[in-house]
């Protein structure tokens, strides 16, 4: 980092500013001054690795409590930093994903199709398969298609179990993991 910040510096000698995307990279930026840095927090973290939360959570507070500026994808994380970190409530941001409108409806002229519910994305452990199991059941004159994948092996957590149940309903279509050129189709 400190090589890279070398090679990026004007001839006056102004540091580049460098954006951290993981808390695991604290370490490797704490010669990065204060106000040239910005955290990216795309996720909560702890969720990949909770053997490491504590560990994880301390790297991102060296982040938040150093950053010039911590920008977040969602607002969760923001009212969760802001939360944890009060003092610095003003410089952590919600910097959402951009999305361009002709992804999410490609063709405005063609009218959605009547009782569906289409979700493309996360198909794992994060997604609330019980929560998703009673609504697929009390909605049986609704389609819900469900795009990502891959889901492999037998079903072995309770999670899984879930997640395969609702799969199965007679109501729920699961096309799986689709090229992200199809997706438009789905939005």
């Known amino acids: 980092v400190d090589r890279w910040r070398a090679a990026l510096r004007d001839e ?9 995307c993981y808390p695991y990279a604290a ?5 990065v001054p204060d106000d040239r840095l910005v955290y990216y927090n795309l996720d909560e973290y702890t969720l990949y690795r909770p053997e490491r939360a504590e560990r994880i959570r301390d790297q991102e507070d060296e982040l938040v409590g150093r ?3 911590t920008v977040c994808l969602s ?5 969760a930093l802001r939360e944890r ?55 049986p004159d609704l389609t819900f298609t469900i795009v990502g994948g ?31 050129a199809e997706v438009p189709r789905y939005y």
């Open 12 to 20: 006056r000698g102004t540091e580049p500013w460098v954006v951290v």
């Open 67 to 69: 950053a010039a500026h």
């Open 75 to 79: 607002q969760y994380q923001v009212d």
């Open 27 to 31: 370490a490797w930026t704490r010669n």
């Open 150 to 180: 891959p889901i492999e092996g037998t079903p072995s957590a309770d999670w899984e179990r879930e997640r395969a149940r609702v799969l199965r309903q007679p109501n729920v279509e699961h096309p799986g993991r689709v090229p992200q």
């Open 85 to 139: 970190h009060p003092e610095h409530a003003d410089r952590i941001l919600r910097y959402p994903l951009g999305v361009q409108e002709s992804v999410l409806h490609p063709n405005p002229e063609e009218v959605p199709e009547p009782n569906t519910v289409v979700y493309v994305g996360n198909v794992g452990n994060r997604v609330d398969w019980a929560l998703v199991a009673d609504v697929v059941q009390r909605c």
